[in-house]
């Protein structure tokens, strides 16, 4: 393979860079954004069929993680599978959830209506999840059809100026990204196997969990988990620990009409009756073990939010 060629899109200028103690590279690449894939992924035959068949999607997942600061990615032959099935992907042929990603990528490009956008065939691509160049530009005509986007002339470098009608300026992002569920929990190192087993449980159900673990940047880190709440199908609000911030997530989900539900270790329900702590007509759902944690989250989701 070329060594300037990107293993999971094929785009030819790539940045590859060698980490060090082990057989993994650092990938940057127009297309995908930025992922490592291990030595066994660049060369087991098993793997490079998956990817040659479905590198459109990694190459959409990877992109989606790279521009909204997610944990990177890294491709191994024992993950490709889970990573393929992420609930981020689109069916191949939902062409409306595609279009919808798209929309929505034009509009978070938008600072202003009727600002314009440009979008380039060959490596905006992995926006939309599309499979060639040919079914973004399908995708876009679709859009342009639908009297979202206005499709301007082709610009230098093969890009197209895109701007958004006022129809599809309005766009609600929570029904694009309909496959994320917020978890609102106390981030300690303790509650660390808990926010596994609730994205464990989110993930079994076909949703895609949003947990905000980054312990850095205090100021903005409310901020950034008001504005992914908004964007969340539902929210899981854990109440162990009666954490200010949990509380305040849990009231700002419930004012802008968010749906969510309560659950809370069983510990702390003796606790809750004494201090008299207003739930509304939300009951918690109290469980004493990470078994039965992961139960209520996927029976209350099966029965509220079925996929
Ligand atoms: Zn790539």
Known sequence: MDDNTCPICGFKK???????????????????????????????????????ENGWALSGLIRYSTDRGLERIVVRTDNIDDLLHNAIIPNADDIERKARYLQNEIRRRTHYFGESVSLNYSTNSSLAFARKGREFEALLNLLEESGIVEVGEQTLGGGFSIKLTAKGYSIDESDVLSHQVFIANWFAEEQEEVIKAVEEAVRNCGYEPMCIKDKKYPDTIMEKA?????KSKFVIINLTGMRPAVVYEAGFAGGIGKEFFYVQHESEKEDNKKKSFYTGHYQIQYYKDLDQLKEIVISTITARFPH
């Open 226 to 230: 008001l504005g992914e709440i908004r």
């Open 14 to 52: 790539i940045e590859k860079q060698g980490m060090p103690k082990n057989d993994t590279t650092l990938i940057t690449c127009p297309v995908c954004g930025e992922y490592v894939i291990t030595y066994e992924a660049q060369h087991y035959e098993d793997v490079k069929d998956k990817i040659r």
